[in-house]
């Protein structure tokens, strides 16, 4: 339960240290010359400090796609293999964000265009929807060679690349970052590393505190710059991030979120519905979510569980199903190794064949049978 919690609220998350250079700065070491390590040079092309920052990760509101488009993509070149694992990867942005990836042959239209070995130097995407504009036979994405890299580092570049590509710019740019740069070391590495002047590293890495709305810095983002560890004046640096992090995943739902559901049809396994999809009442203000052996229901306005049934020590293996006859059961295990799934909770409703649960406007949950209530988490069993 404490786990949901803290995903449905800000999340508090520990900074992680990278102590993997303590000493030596060597952004040459970092970046081969066959480009198996790309730098993003997203910020060289689009200025940060001209877009409106908004709440929870670095995102922005313009220029958004709209929720539950179809984004046609297209490569410009590569070969079938490296494709397939670009869709593979990117795909994953899409558990969370309500919109469709459709890819079309090269000679088609497609708001977004990839290239890996064609186009300026490193890795970089146009900013959201804005690919979709201006001259659109113009490449839009740049991955680089990924043959040469290993998994996570592909991971890292596709997932980050159509971050951008999304609308998210990157998360170091929050204002709330609270890295502690050790100034003239990272006016030297970047120097070297980019040729970039004090001017471009103040503006590209370091940014000013602005007044705008934030929630969490999160540097767990698949949006944040790698920071060396030597780099800081704390020694904490910000490692190489090859998933989504919790904060992406969230941030990225609120502004791309999917239709609000309310029904659970009869025979559903409830447990399963990832929350991104989760079950809410038409008016979005309740949630019904199952964790830890217990299904539940919050009043998203201020947090709070107005409802609670299933029993957490039995969370092993825990599920909770609206079976075929009626009933809603929840069943789980004490322990790991063996034992029996116990049922640890049931509303007792088996006479209702094929009834339907509805999450309604004011937070109850009702078993709807034939048109009538036959159960209800505020009155039980009628
Ligand atoms: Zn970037």
Redesign the pocket.
Same mark, same amino acid.
Request: aromatic content about 22%; charged content about 15%.
């Given at each position: 339960m404490k786990e949901l919690k803290i995903l449905l609220t800000s999340l508090v998350l520990v900074f992680s240290s990278c102590h993997s250079d303590e000493n030596t700065i060597n952004p040459k070491s970092i970046l081969p010359e066959d480009e198996t390590a790309l730098i993003?040079?997203?910020?060289l092309r689009e200025n940060p400090n001209n877009l409106t920052l908004k709440p929870n990760a670095a995102i922005i509101a313009w220029p958004r796609w709209q929720t539950g488009q179809t984004v046609k993509i297209k490569f410009l070149d590569g070969d079938a293999t490296v494709q397939e694992k670009v869709k593979r990867i990117a795909s994953e942005w899409t558990e969370y964000a309500n919109l469709k990836f459709e890819y079309v042959a090269v000679n088609e239209y497609a708001d977004i265009r990839i290239g890996f070995n064609v186009g300026s130097y490193g890795?970089?995407?146009i900013l959201g929807m804005k690919s979709a504009y201006g001259n659109t036979d113009e490449q839009s994405m740049r991955l680089g060679p990924l043959t040469a890299a290993n998994e996570a580092s592909v991971r890292r570049t596709v997932l +980050?690349?159509f971050? +951008?590509a999304l609308g998210l710019i990157?998360e170091n740019a929050s204002p709330v970052a609270t890295i502690k740069w050790d100034l003239p070391k990272v006016y030297k590495y970047y120097n070297e590393l980019n040729g970039w002047s004090k001017e471009e590293v103040d503006e590209f890495v370091i940014k000013s505190p602005e007044s705008t709305n934030y929630t969490q810095y999160d540097p767990l983002s698949i949006?944040h710059?790698y920071v060396p560890a030597s780099l800081t004046t704390d020694g904490k640096g910000v490692n190489e991030m090859s998933e989504l992090s919790q904060t992406d995943q969230i941030s990225i739902n609120k502004w791309y979120p999917f239709p609000i559901r309310s029904i659970i049809e009869s025979g559903e396994r409830i447990d399963a519905i990832p929350w991104m999809k989760s079950i809410k009442s038409p008016n979005g203000r309740y949630s019904l979510g199952f964790s830890r052996g217990c299904l539940y229901i919050i009043d998203l306005t201020n947090e709070t569980f107005i409802w609670q049934v299933g029993d957490s020590t039995f969370s092993r293996f825990s599920s909770c199903y609206l079976e075929l006859n009626g009933n809603i059961t929840i069943q789980g295990q004490r322990s790991l190794t063996g034992g029996i799934k116990h049922t640890t909770w049931s509303s007792d409703t088996s006479e209702f064949p094929g009834a339907s649960l509805h999450l309604q406007d004011d937070g109850d949950l009702q078993l709807i049978y034939n048109g009538a209530v036959k159960w209800s988490s505020k009155n039980g069993k009628m």
């Open positions: 993003c040079t997203f910020d890795a970089w995407s +980050h690349e971050g +951008h990157h949006m710059y």
